[in-house]
């Protein structure tokens, strides 16, 4: 089966700490997407990537990191320096821009 | 930036009900879409609508577009309780490599 498998479901930050969020599709999709997603609100675009070594900022990259090593991966890192990082992620992906996206299920993470 | 707008914010209806939500945005699309999200779950892709189109249809789903008013609605026809979920509209600039998503319609459906 086709799909996007985000780890862990759920994820503790302590203060200081930089945490990573795996997001990883066998659906041979060019495009990858992180966004971030708080109670209520719509989703907000932190990066993306259109290709292999290529990412581009989003609205909300500050305090944000990714890598785009292999096709299949799009890790994203929450730094120390995210002072607000209480969230539910999810990660993306399409064949091009163009097209719809397809989601995995998330990542919560919370402050300890 | 947020560009699509859902109203209403929530929409309680009984089994069996037509649910519909509408989605307005500020500038020019491509293409705008609409997703369901079921609590605690990712997003689910329902329908893609190109500017150049006015209507799609897609099983219990019907999907309208008016660039002229720049709104976009979602009829779901014979709700089920399955239908219990957030949905949001998408849309995609001429220029854009992103989408930029609404804030979404939450729908109850009573059985």
């Known amino acids: 089966d086709g799909g996007i498998t985000q780890s862990p479901k759920y994820l503790f930050r302590k203060e200081g700490q930089n945490v990573t969020l795996s997001c990883e599709q066998n659906?041979?999709?060019?495009?990858m997407y992180w966004y971030r997603q708080d109670p209520g609100q719509g989703l907000r675009l932190i990066y993306y990537s259109q290709i292999v070594n290529d990412f581009q900022k989003g609205d909300i990259a500050e305090g944000y990191s990714v890598s785009r090593e292999k096709k299949e991966s799009f890790p994203l890192t929450v730094t120390s320096a995210q002072k607000n990082p209480t969230a539910f992620y999810l990660c993306?992906?399409?064949?091009?821009?163009?097209?719809?996206?397809?989601f995995g299920d998330g990542t919560r993470l919370s402050i300890l | 930036s947020q560009q699509g707008e859902e109203d209403p914010q929530a929409l309680s209806i009984q089994e069996g009900e037509n649910a519909t939500m509408n989605c307005s945005y500020k500038?020019?699309?491509?293409?705008l879409q609409w997703y369901r999200q079921n609590s605690g779950r990712g997003l689910v892709h329902l329908i893609l609508i190109r500017s150049n189109e006015r209507e799609k249809h897609s099983g219990r789903l019907r999907v309208t577009l008016d660039t002229s008013k720049k709104s976009s609605s979602l009829l779901i026809t014979a709700s089920r309780a399955a239908d219990t979920a957030s949905y949001f509209c998408a849309t995609r600039g001429p220029n854009d490599y992103k989408l930029s998503f609404g804030a979404g319609t939450t729908v109850t459906v009573r059985a």
């Open positions: 659906l041979n999709h060019d495009a």
């Open positions: 500038t020019s699309i491509n293409n």
């Open positions: 993306a992906s399409s064949m091009d821009h163009r097209g719809p996206q397809h």
